[in-house]
């Protein structure tokens, strides 16, 4: 059956060869052909934008070694869910930029935990910069995929993402279409308002598939739509024109998921409404893999991710987030 081609984007770089969001594995992303990298979005207390997963870093970077920051852990409720940690947002940048980033999954993927404690933590310009730059060193037009972390949270304890984002974006000469850009989150009301400032950019709504977004928990309470709500038909009408796509947990796409908009009949009804689909997030170790797709050897073994991935790819899908590029690469082109 023929395909189209998906665009790979690096998830948080080549996280599956060196820790997450460090510059190496921004580096080795961009060598390896992705489309797009994406980094996530959380701020610090004095409004730097940082390249991080979480606003709780006590997994990426080595703060807990650091006793001059002993006092700083804590628990808080983001998102409505409670953390203990450390926070981003109880840091200034001067503070942030004495940390080192480390392996999050140490278990799984040792070969990037021995990069442990050798980079510090990048800001959403110096990402911006240096996808510039390897777009010029490669050759080629590479995008970003911005994702903006926990807008409704963060705007709730004083530091609005909006403005800061608008900032760095324009500072960095990403924010009037000339380079290729992407903004997406779990929350719409963030993408509008972005919008609405007058960023040239795609705007993806991601999708749990799970749960419900934040930021209609904080306005509706109890009256929230679900996630699977919105993948729903009528949902999707409601979508149409208020966003360019949606990106949606694999598990939505696979053989065997629940809704009456599974696998190719869901990414169908969105390009019906002209939404594009993209995927997050194709990974090749047997933890990741849907059981059907799972092999001997452990969960960091290899299992058949290929099987998987071409049941995702024969969806349609028009973009898909890898950990290992150079996996991607070679499937989703070949």
């Excluded at 480390?102 to 910069?129: M, Y």
Aim: net charge negative; proline share 5%.
């Amino acid at each position: 059956m023929a395909r189209r081609s998906p665009l790979v984007i690096g998830h948080r770089g080549a996280p599956g060869y060196r820790p997450e969001h460090s510059r190496s594995s921004y580096e080795l992303a961009l060598a390896m052909g992705v489309d797009a990298v994406e980094p996530d979005i959380v701020a610090t207390r004095d409004g730097v934008l940082v390249i991080r997963h979480e606003n709780d870093i006590s997994g990426t970077t080595d703060v807990a070694e650091h006793p001059e920051f002993a006092d700083r852990r804590t628990t808080k409720r983001v998102d409505g869910e409670a953390h203990t940690g450390w926070f981003t947002e109880d840091f200034t940048w001067a503070e942030l930029s004495t940390l080192r980033t480390r392996e999050r999954l140490p278990k799984l993927r040792p070969s990037s935990a021995s990069f442990d404690g050798a980079q510090p933590i990048l800001r959403l310009t110096d990402l911006l910069d240096l996808v510039r730059a390897g777009s010029v060193e490669h050759g080629r037009e590479i995008g970003v995929v911005l994702e903006i972390k926990h807008a409704t949270y963060f705007e709730g304890i004083g530091l609005d993402l909006v403005p800061l984002i608008v900032r760095d974006l324009r500072a960095a000469g990403w924010a009037d279409g000339e380079l290729p850009l992407i903004v997406e989150s779990f929350e719409q009301t963030v993408l509008h308002r972005l919008r609405q400032q007058g960023v040239s950019a795609s705007y993806i709504y991601l999708v749990e598939a799970a749960g419900k977004p934040f930021d209609q928990v904080a306005a509706l309470g109890r009256a929230a739509p679900t996630y699977r709500s919105e993948m729903e038909p009528t949902g999707l009408d409601r979508l149409a024109g208020t966003v360019d796509g949606i990106s949606v947990n694999k598990k939505m796409l696979l053989p065997g998921a629940p809704s009456l908009s599974k696998g190719t009949a869901l990414v169908d009804h969105a390009h019906a409404r002209g939404l594009r689909v993209f995927t997050w997030t194709c990974r090749p170790e047997n933890h990741f893999l849907d059981a059907a797709y799972r092999g001997h050897g452990g969960k960091a073994a290899f299992g058949e991710y290929e099987a998987e991935w071409d049941a995702i790819a024969r969806t349609g899908v028009d973009g898909v987030f890898v950990d290992h590029p150079d996996l991607g690469v070679a499937f989703f082109r070949r």
